[in-house]
């Protein structure tokens, strides 16, 4: 499911104090009985081709719609396709009143945005190359009007640039040489074709120096073994990259399009108990990307048959000669055993896979996958013209059981023959209720520099030295104790969406909710220097409720920070939905006297 279009945060900063609001009563016990009212629409956007041009034109009456093999009725109707605008034809981001800040993404004026997602984690460095390269051309021939992020995922999820129509600054951005797109070594990334067939050269080599059969059994376990952690840690890594790139997107209106380059994708959505058992190394993770159509893109290109390679000095590619092997056998070579066959097999099977977890992919979320092709700019293009062309649909589920169970969505068109894309499926988690139970320190992970801003909520903030400045033997404000040398006491006011803030209401009024808001002060070496946040429980009375509906949750932090250069990570949290915004703010020092807040992001 995804939520529809929001509007943009009407940025309004005040000084009340919450104070007053927070108490309960004397005994801790609520006395009035809370309620919560949810509605829920399941949103699926809808891709309908012939052969491989989109179809336009469709109403309503030609979709059939159903939940779990029931039909259900569609309540919201309605048709995107790509604007082509000339260039500086979309409106900027409307300017923010001096030291205020937002993480409200700038709103698209087109109907879908695309992510470019090349994945060094688990691509091998040759093959990063050539993507970038792809890219590049890609660029240079952009359609106006499109817009387009780029990031990167390799230890950790970096976003190179933003969302933008301007091709030249995506350019600027990748060939950047400090935080652009450039080959990272491939240490993390699948063991490939040819680590299997080492496998296979050791085995020969312990029993040619008369290593006893379970020596070979110990020796095979622990490379199975070492296989298998850097699998998991992958999953890990990739999983988290994936769960960070969802909090970035979430306010984004519009369909989201992550065209992801890999040679592998070691994760899948939605998997039946067959597929669970099948898939290996794959692993479960519908909680991410709900909202995001998945575009895979094999980045090794075409997928050579090695069996077929030609035979050279007379020898195929599995003869082991001279402690050298590789993982094909050619034609015409005589078979030396069932050890020898085993790169091949493997090689085969791997293949199989890695196109069942790509197709999975995009069926799920309603994208294509694109493999077996050395065109990657072609399906690039192919991808975002896919994806610009669409059809939204609404509807209410009969079952309004929020039971955490999966709910297979099927559409067909009524008329004509179609292809039709789009998101099989849903977990029917209730979205106002945290799936797990938050950790201590939920903002922590979120907060680490250099990663996405998060727009799961919508929030504003003021950044200005405090007037006038404490002494310099008052206590310092901020919870690093070893802060020393000169220092700036900041002043941060943040401004929190009130819709994005989960409330309980009581029968007489009142609204309870508990956020959390952190600051996260980095130096230019990534080393944090100070950190400060708070817990913020609300019991609201209507008087009180009612100037936050007009203007939003205020939070107050005071933060001291030392007079140099300074990367300020700001962040705020639902407890009960865990959803969380998050937003960075340069501070840039001069060579004296107090900073001044960077311009606005």
Sequence with gaps: MRALPVPLLTVVLITSNLASAQGTSSSGQRQQPLFKANTHGVVVDVVVTKGEAPVTGLHKQDFEVLEDGKPVTVDFFEEHSAKTLPPGALPAMPKMPPNVYTNVPPAPESDSVNVLL???????????????????????????????????????????????????????????????????????????????????????????????????????????????????????????????????????????????????????????????????????????????????????????????????????????????VSSRKGPGSSARGGDEMNPNVNESAARADKIMAMEQLAADTGGKAFYNTNDLNAAMVHAIENGAHYYTLVYTPTNKKMDGSYRRIGVKAATGKYSLAYRRGYNADDSATASTKPEADPLHALLMRGMPNSTQMLYGTRVVPVTPQPAPEAKRAGKNAKLSGPTTRYSVDFMIRWTDVAWETSADGTHRGKIQAELLAYDREGNAVNWVGVTQAMELKPELFAPIQKSGVPVHLEIDLPNSDVYLETGVYDWETAKAGTLEIPILRAASGPGTVAANQ
């Design 118 to 324: 090349l994945d060094t984690l688990n691509t091998d460095r040759q093959d990063q190359s050539y993507v970038r390269q792809q890219i590049m051309n890609f660029l240079k021939n952009m359609q106006p009007g499109i817009r387009v992020a780029v990031f990167v995922l390799g230890g950790k999820l970096r976003m190179v640039q933003g969302f933008t129509t301007d091709s030249s600054v995506l350019r600027d951005a990748i060939n950047d040489k400090k935080n652009g797109v450039s080959p990272e070594a491939d240490t993390s990334v699948t063991r490939s074709l040819q680590d299997k067939a080492d496998d296979v050269e050791d085995k020969r080599r312990m029993a040619l120096i008369n290593m006893s059969p379970a020596g070979m059994e110990v020796l095979s376990a622990l490379q199975a073994n070492t296989a298998s952690y850097q699998a998991d840690q992958r999953v890990v890594m990739t999983l988290d990259a994936l769960n960070y790139m969802a909090r970035y997107l979430a306010g984004v209106p519009g369909r989201k399009n992550l065209i992801w380059f890999s040679t592998s994708f070691p994760i899948t959505f939605f998997p039946s108990t067959k597929e669970k058992q099948t898939f290996g190394q794959m692993r479960e993770y519908s909680a991410a990307l709900k909202e995001v159509a998945v575009y895979p893109i094999g980045a090794e290109g075409m997928m050579a048959e090695h069996m077929y390679d030609p035979i050279i000095n007379g020898r195929g590619p599995t003869d082991f000669e001279g402690g050298q």
